[in-house]
């Protein structure tokens, strides 16, 4: 069964920076993508950023310039170090593995919380 477990999150003064990781287990193969996506109170869960097996990244406009996006594939392992938070960030995160292998896959983890003070 496969398993995202996420670590990083916390409390961060605006500007500040956080580095979010997520690591997968009990999965045999590399998955097609993985990412971030959060989800602020009275709000929908929106992308953050993803990564293709490929090293293809897709990010949100309203997190360009500030959120980098990595992956080990070997490890199904990714990283989103983010870098001067506004309170705007706040938010839980929620790591996420999706595409297509005898069939459509999507795995989400618990959500880690990131809350950035003004």
């Given at each position: 069964?496969?398993?995202?477990?996420?670590?990083?999150?916390?409390?961060?003064?605006?500007?500040?920076s956080?580095?979010l990781?997520?690591?997968?287990?009990?999965?045999?193969?590399s998955?097609?993508?993985?990412?971030?996506?959060?989800?602020?109170?009275?709000?929908?869960?929106?992308?953050?950023?993803?990564?293709?097996?490929?090293?293809?990244?897709?990010?949100?406009?309203?997190?360009?310039?500030?959120?980098?996006l990595?992956?080990?594939?070997?490890?199904n392992?990714v990283y989103?170090?983010?870098?001067?938070?506004?309170?705007e960030?706040?938010?839980?995160?929620?790591c996420n593995?999706?595409?297509i292998?005898f069939?459509?896959?999507?795995?989400?983890?618990?959500?880690t919380?990131?809350?950035?003070s003004?």
């Amino acid at each position: 069964q496969v398993q995202l477990v996420e670590s990083g999150g916390g409390l961060v003064q605006a500007g500040g920076s956080l580095r979010l990781s997520c690591v997968a287990s009990g999965s045999s193969f590399s998955f097609n993508h993985m990412g971030w996506y959060r989800q602020a109170p009275g709000k929908q869960r929106d992308l953050v950023a993803r990564i293709s097996s490929g090293g293809r990244t897709t990010y949100a406009d309203s997190v360009k310039g500030r959120f980098t996006l990595s992956r080990e594939n070997a490890e199904n392992t990714v990283y989103l170090q983010m870098n001067s938070l506004k309170p705007e960030d706040t938010a839980v995160y929620f790591c996420n593995a999706a595409g297509i292998r005898f069939g459509k896959y999507d795995y989400w983890g618990q959500g880690t919380q990131v809350t950035v003070s003004s």
